[in-house]
């Protein structure tokens, strides 16, 4: 069983920068691939960005890859989102997610988190 628990998120302009933190429970959290995943209001959960579980390998959505950097710690048991020029599209609520596979799927995805919103003013 894995528990992740998100923060970081807020309000910020256009052109800002957030950095989200991800904190998962469990002596396995340290084998999971961790995705970030966001949900804009009226739409459908969207991948944003993966990392392996040992941190060596990383995937981007192409709407977020040269302004996002997923990173983990598995010292701390944490997976970080930095998000930079954000813009009002990255309005949404970002949930990160543990699963076994390396894929963009949602369906991929064991576990996830709360959620934590961001919002991006123009």
């Known amino acids: 069983q894995v528990q992740l628990v998100e923060s970081g998120g807020g309000l910020v302009q256009a052109g800002g920068s957030l950095r989200l933190s991800c904190v998962g429970s469990g002596r396995t959290f340290s084998g999971y691939n961790v995705g970030w995943i966001r949900q804009a209001p009226g739409k459908d959960r969207d991948f944003v960005a993966l990392?392996?579980?040992?941190?060596?390998?990383?995937a981007y959505a192409d709407s977020v890859r040269g302004r996002f950097t997923i990173s983990r710690d598995n010292a701390k048991n944490t997976v970080y989102l930095q998000m930079n020029s954000l813009k009002p599209e990255d309005t949404a609520i970002y949930y990160c997610?543990?699963?076994?596979?390396?894929?963009?799927?949602?369906?991929?995805?064991?576990?996830w988190g709360q959620g934590t919103q961001v919002t991006v003013s123009s």
């Open positions: 997610a543990a699963g076994r596979g390396f894929t963009h799927s949602t369906a991929n995805y064991d576990y």
């Open positions: 990392v392996s579980w040992d941190g060596d390998s990383t």
